[in-house]
């Protein structure tokens, strides 16, 4: 079963808005990751948030990382039509494994 | 960070045969794992490929349909074997070093005629 899910699931906004997707997941985690993914290609790495941490940013990306709540989000500010695309939270629940479970994703559109 | 490279980067196959998938990563990795993404779907979990040894498969997803190798630490094989049309999506192979970021490969687009 996914780990995380993401809301909303799709989003529509202005290109200069700030755009906010959430995760949440079940389960303790050791890390939690966001990823991009334009129309069916390739996953690209975003952030890496550990779970003593509770907010990085990287750009115009920012993540925070609520562990008592189980939910993190990622916040895009002044959107890009380039930031189009899916994005997706994958959680690691730690234990040696290294592997990592993906919520549902967000798609999100970025209209000029 | 970690390259990863697949190869086919796409393929059209026709049902009942069999298509290996190659991954290479341009480090020495911890970790390498085959996702699967049906269309329009998230990425869900096949197995973790294990170096000279069997693959750790996840619930649903069995030997006999996808055997994996891993001979060394940057390189890992799939074969999706005896495919149908459900078998139609994305293959991807990802790989971490020390359970940092995980890095992951473009993909191989399958479609199953």
């Known amino acids: 079963s996914q780990q995380g899910e993401e809301d909303p699931q799709a989003l529509s906004i202005q290109e200069g808005e700030n755009a906010t997707m959430n995760c949440s997941y079940k389960?303790?985690?050791?890390?939690l990751q966001w990823y991009r993914q334009n129309s069916g290609r390739g996953l690209v790495h975003l952030i890496l948030?550990?779970?003593?941490?509770r907010e990085k940013h990287s750009g115009r990306l920012r993540v925070t990382l609520d562990t008592s709540k189980k939910s993190s989000s990622l916040l895009i500010t002044a959107s890009r039509a380039a930031d189009t695309a899916s994005y997706f939270c994958a959680t690691d629940a730690g234990g040696g494994y290294q592997k990592v479970t993906f919520g549902i994703g967000t798609k999100l559109q970025v209209i000029p | 960070s970690a390259v990863i490279s697949q190869k086919p980067s796409r393929d059209i196959c026709q049902r009942g045969t069999s298509l290996t998938i190659q991954c290479q990563v341009d480090s020495q990795v911890t970790m390498m794992f085959w996702y699967r993404q049906q269309p329009g779907q998230s990425l869900t979990l096949i197995a973790t490929?294990?170096?000279?040894?069997?693959?750790?498969?996840e619930s649903g997803f069995v030997i006999d349909k996808f055997p994996i190798s891993r001979p060394n630490l940057t390189f890992s094989t799939l074969t999706v074997s005896n495919m149908s049309p459900e078998d139609s999506s994305i293959y991807l192979c990802s790989a971490t070093h020390r359970g940092e970021t995980q890095y992951f490969g473009p993909g191989t687009r399958l479609l199953v005629l």
């Open positions: 490929a294990n170096q000279g040894s069997e693959a750790t498969y």
């Open positions: 948030i550990r779970s003593n941490e």
């Open positions: 389960t303790s985690i050791n890390n």
